[in-house]
């Protein structure tokens, strides 16, 4: 009698542990795929964001364009300079410049 109540015994601890190892993989499994769901997500937002970031770069590029600058200065009513109106800075290494004499004459004058 002892004997039989030993396996029926083990045969419910197997079973109990079968039961815990199934339902541990049912719930590994629930998580995996929230995990793989999550996973797919991101990299959906990914591939999203270097599309938007390539269209910035095309923007960038078409905006930074001379021909662009150039109707935009025009739409602003910019024009080019003539001679009369052009500014010549000087090499300042070939003048020495004397800082004081110079405060001194702008603070005068």
């Known amino acids: 009698m002892r004997a039989i109540f030993k396996n029926k015994a083990k045969i419910i601890i197997i079973m109990i542990l079968t039961a815990v190892v199934c339902i541990s993989y049912v719930g590994l499994n629930a998580y995996s ?42 739409e602003l009513g910019m024009i080019y300079p003539g001679f009369d109106r052009m500014v010549t800075i000087r090499n300042a290494a070939s003048q020495p410049v004397d800082f004081a004499m110079a405060l001194k004459q702008n603070a005068y004058n």
């Not at 797919?40 to 960038?60: D, F, G």
């Open 33 to 74: 795929s929230k995990l793989q769901y999550e996973i797919n997500k991101l990299n959906s937002e990914i591939q999203i964001t270097s599309y938007k970031a390539a269209n910035l770069e095309v923007k960038i590029q078409s905006a930074t364009n001379v021909n662009n600058l150039e109707g935009r200065a025009m």
